[in-house]
Structures are given as C-alpha cells and as structure tokens.
C-alpha cells in the first residue's frame, strides 16, 4: 500500500493529509511519517513469522523518535539498541528492557552497567576484549550478562561500502573460528550466560543471497557448539533488509522471513530479527521548501530549505533518493535540476538531474526519508533541526518541536 502518493487533484497526501497543508501548518524541512505505513511494515513482520518463537527486535538508529519507539513497544516489539543513548529512549518511550539486544563494537564500562541494571535480553559481543569487559562488570555488580557473540560470516552483501558489515575487513563480529572459540571462553567466564549468537552483514539488500550464505554459516556454527554443550535460546539475524527508493526489487518481507525460518526450523531456536529500514524508510518522507531557481553555466540548480544535515544519505552513500513535487504546478516549467540545500559544502545535495517543474516557494517531497534521516541529522551551519509530525489517517501532531535558534547553543558557556 502506498501512503504517500497523489490524490485525484494531484496533491501529494499523508494518508489523508494534504502535504503542502502539513509544510505551511508546521513549516520545512518538515518529517512526516505514516503511522498506518508503520503498523502496517510491523504486522507483515509479525504475521510472516506466524507460529514460529520470534522476537522482532526493531533497530532504534533508523528513526529513534520516541513516539515510534512507543508505536513499535505498543505493538509487541522488542529493540536492537547501539549505545546507552538509545537504550535510555526505549526505557522513556516504555519499552521492554527484556526485549532489548545491544549491538556495537565499543560498549563502555557505564553504557554496560546500565543494560545490565536495566535486565536486557542480550548484549551481542563483538570483542573478546568486550566480552571479559561485560563479565568484569557484570560480576562487580553481582550480576549475570545473558551474551551472544556477533559472528562476523564475511560474506558479500552487495550493498554500498559504508553500509556493508559482514566482510572480514569491517570492524564488526568476530569470524566464524574465533567465535567458537570465544564461546568457549565465555563458559569459563563469571557473570556470563550465554543464550544466543547473532550477526548483522549489511544494509539495504535486495536479495537474500547473502541473508542465506550468512545463515549457512551461522547454523553449521550452531551445530559445533551443540557438540560442545552450548546450546542457544536465540538466533538473531540481524537487520539489512531493503526497500524500495528507486527501482530497487527487493524481497518482501514474507519471503524474507520465510527463508530464513525455513532455514532454522527444527534447529528448537527462537529468531530474533533487528529491521529498521524496511520498518520506517516508507513510512516517512521530507518536505522542503525551494527558496531559489538558479540557473548555472551547465546545470541548474534548485536550491531548497533543507540540506545534509538534515538528510545526509545523498552526500554520505550517494543515495538516490526520489523527489517530487508536493502540487503540480502548472505554472512552473519543466527543467532538470539539481536539488542542493543550504549547507556550505559541494556534497549538500538531495538529488541529481531530477525532473522537476517547480517554482520558488512550491514545497518538493522525498520519499523513503524514514530511516536514517532525522536520526543521523545534525546542527551543521548553526541549523535547528526539522520539526518531525506523524500522521494517522486525517490527525496530525507533533511528534518532536522544529528546534530553536537557543537550542542551539544549550549546554555552551560564553
Ligand atoms: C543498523 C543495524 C540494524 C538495522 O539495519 P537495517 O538495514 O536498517 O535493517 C540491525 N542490526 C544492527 C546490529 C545494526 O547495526
């Protein structure tokens, strides 16, 4: 089901919102989401596993707005969490800390403290370093650290550079040997239980080619600890799963699941799966406002009111990601542009040689805008950051204040 598409007059609509009604309520850059969009991303996970013992464990870094938190805790979720930040958002937003995995390569002494205090389901150990640092702090604090250790399967996954995690070259998960014998260790430790493994290869995958190779892996991994006496509650599989930005194909969520479930049926294993992209990127999209046409010796530009640190997926991944015109105006002439913000740099830019007929003043939407968006926002050229609305059907509110001008020096002394 589309939720922002075009209604009979051609206006660009939330659900049953008008999009420019939205830009001039509230103002640009402006984040919208679709509650329904997210309900709708988090039941075909849910009713994809079906009988099977899960746990879909939503990632907080693609959208970590407390309202979505809630939506996604409402809902039965669980969390996939990367630092002490996060868990503290899904415990503001009342979520489950029983239902929290906590994945990352540099878990301090205070953030480890914390997760074990707060009783969360699992820290996924990506170090043997970090794996003794949780036993030291967990027996200090006469406590046990339920552990998995994050295999790294090196296997391609055939996505961007920045986004790929499971080759042997990045810094996540430990290889397939080394966490056999990291489990091993782990027995001998004080403090630590261990009830999973996990892996995590990459982001935005459009095949499950690489989803299988990793799981292969994983199970034969399985198998050898079985043989040892290590036998698992879990199996999480991590997140990666891609959407649709342009004319990507990739697998639905169903099939999806349903590989991976057939893979690890009869292991007696529950999965946890960590989605966050496939859960908010269309579930949200960007309005902007354009400020000036300006024509170049080579290009034209569309200069809008939004830029990099608001959306920086364009400069950082050279992300291509589908602008439109929020009205069509009829006005305006057609020309190919480059889309370019504010921002005092060369990479700010939204988009590349896009078709557009559009006027100074007209409001432009980015789809796909719901993951990695507002979260990897910043205040770059002493910019408030965009306010973020969430719409259910024809309702609207505010789900975080556009910042003001003094939210930007809080916490600075003169
Ligand atoms: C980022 C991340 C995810 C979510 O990845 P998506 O591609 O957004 O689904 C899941 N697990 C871990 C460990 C991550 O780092």
Redesign the pocket.
């Known amino acids: 089901m589309e939720f922002f598409s075009r209604n009979d007059n051609g206006s660009m609509m939330a659900e049953d919102v008008s999009v420019s009604f939205l830009a001039r309520q509230y103002g640009t850059p402006l984040y919208v989401y679709s509650e329904k969009a997210l309900r709708e991303h988090f039941s075909e996970f849910e009713q994809s596993a079906g009988d099977f013992p899960h746990l879909i464990c939503y ?1 907080v ?2 959208n970590s707005n407390l309202s979505i938190l809630r939506l996604m805790a409402s809902l039965g979720a669980g969390f ?1 969490i ?1 630092s002490g930040g996060e868990l503290a958002r899904v415990i503001k937003a009342g979520g489950d800390p029983a239902k929290v995995v906590y ?2 390569v540099a878990k301090t002494e205070s953030e480890i403290s914390a997760a074990l205090n707060a009783g969360i389901l699992s820290f ?1 150990v990506e170090s043997e370093a970090e794996m003794e640092r949780i036993s030291r702090v967990a027996v200090s604090g006469n406590t046990t650290a339920r552990i998995s250790v ?1 295999v790294n399967p090196d296997v391609d996954a055939g996505t961007h550079p920045y ?1 790929s ?1 499971g080759l042997k070259t990045n810094k ?1 998960g430990v290889p397939v040997e080394r966490a056999f014998n990291l489990y091993k260790r782990a027995l001998e430790l004080p403090g630590i239980k261990i009830v999973g493994i ?1 892996c ?1 290869i ?4 459009t095949s499950l080619a690489p989803f299988e190779d990793a799981l292969d892996r994983i199970v034969m991994l399985i198998t050898r600890l079985k043989n040892e006496g290590i036998v698992l509650e879990h199996i999480d599989v ?5 959407v649709v930005y342009n004319d990507e194909v990739p697998p639905s969520r169903k099939s999806y699941m349903d590989v991976i479930i057939n893979k690890i049926r009869g292991l007696n294993i529950k999965l946890i799966c ?6 908010v ?1 269309n579930a949200g999209i960007l309005v902007s406002r354009c400020e000036y046409l300006k024509e170049g010796e080579t290009v034209n530009f569309c200069i809008v009111d939004t830029a990099m640190n608001d959306m920086i997926r364009p400069s950082l991944y050279q992300a291509w990601m589908k602008i439109e015109e929020a009205e069509m105006n009829q006005n305006a002439s057609d020309a190919v542009y480059n889309v370019v913000g504010p921002v005092c740099e060369t990479g700010d830019f939204l988009g590349k040689d896009r078709h557009l007929q559009v006027a100074a003043g007209d409001y432009l939407v980015m789809q796909g805008a719901g ?2 968006g507002f979260s990897m926002s910043s205040n770059y050229n002493s910019r408030p950051r965009a306010c973020e609305v969430m719409v259910s059907g024809s309702d609207h509110r505010i789900i975080r204040k556009r910042e003001t001008i003094e939210d930007l020096w809080r916490g600075e002394e003169l």
């Not at 991590?238 to 891609?242: D, F, P, R, V």
């Not at 960590?274 to 859960?279: D, I, L, N, V, W």
């Open positions: 990632a870094k693609a996939d990367v994945s990352g996924n994050r986004i995690t996540f996990d995590h990459g982001s935005q995958l991590g997140g990666g799963l891609g960590e989605p966050g992209r496939s859960m990127a993951a990695y």
